[in-house]
């Protein structure tokens, strides 16, 4: 994803609210670093709709309502086909971002800030330990949206892969590969689709400006 994937960037700036830009040594700092990484739950539920994708992908196979393959005229036509891909895909799915995990901490922190701030006499040492928590809260958040946004899309590019006709594998290696089932295909699909635009554009760039010299 969707390259959206990420959390938008808060309005407020945590460490300076709290007047102080916290070490990693404070209390707090190991609680933020800690969840940073996505929780069990988004990654179920990340890999849970690529499943759901593929089993999508499977059934419009299965059925024979899958378009005929789209064979570009070369690799850097795939590449391209991706990248459009994958940018059609991230703006369907943009306007359902507000479901995705990561508001209500964003809200959260926003809140904790505005009281530390206002608070005369300057923060306290709760005080820091509270931002710092909720500073945690939207990492996590964050890492969780992350999770959650590439599972969505990648499963419905898997779908849409499925019923266009659009197999990055097969586009590659020809018209008469056969090396694995094109259902199989649409998720390999579908999952380098959810990944984003940026790591196809380095892609893309790379194949086109070739080896790095020694």
């Not at 330990?129 to 959650?148: C, G, L, P, Q």
């Amino acid at each position: 994803m969707p390259a959206e994937g990420g959390l938008a960037a808060s309005p407020v700036n945590a460490d300076a609210a709290a007047g102080t830009a916290t070490p990693r040594s404070e209390p707090g700092s190991s609680v933020i670093a800690a969840s940073q990484q996505a929780g069990p739950g988004a990654v179920v539920a990340g890999f849970g709709l690529i499943a759901v994708g593929a089993a999508g992908g499977w059934l419009l196979w299965r059925s024979g309502a899958s378009a005929a393959k789209i064979q570009p005229e070369d690799t850097t036509g795939v590449f391209l086909t991706l990248l459009v891909f994958a940018a059609a895909v991230e703006r369907i799915l943009e306007p359902f971002s507000r479901w995705l995990p990561g508001r209500a901490a964003e809200a959260a922190l926003s809140r904790t800030v505005t009281d530390v701030t206002s608070r005369v006499g300057g923060p306290t040492e709760a005080d820091r330990e509270a931002v710092a928590v909720a500073t945690a809260k939207v990492a996590r958040a964050k890492a969780n949206r992350t999770i959650v946004a590439w599972g969505l899309a990648s499963g419905l590019a898997t779908v849409a892969s499925s019923a266009g006709g659009f197999y990055v594998l097969h586009a590659v290696a020809g018209a008469d590969w056969n090396g694995v089932a094109v259902w199989v295909d649409a998720v390999v699909t579908g999952v380098m689709v959810g990944s984003g635009t940026k790591p196809l554009h380095d892609l893309i760039t790379r194949a086109q400006n070739g080896p790095p010299s020694p």
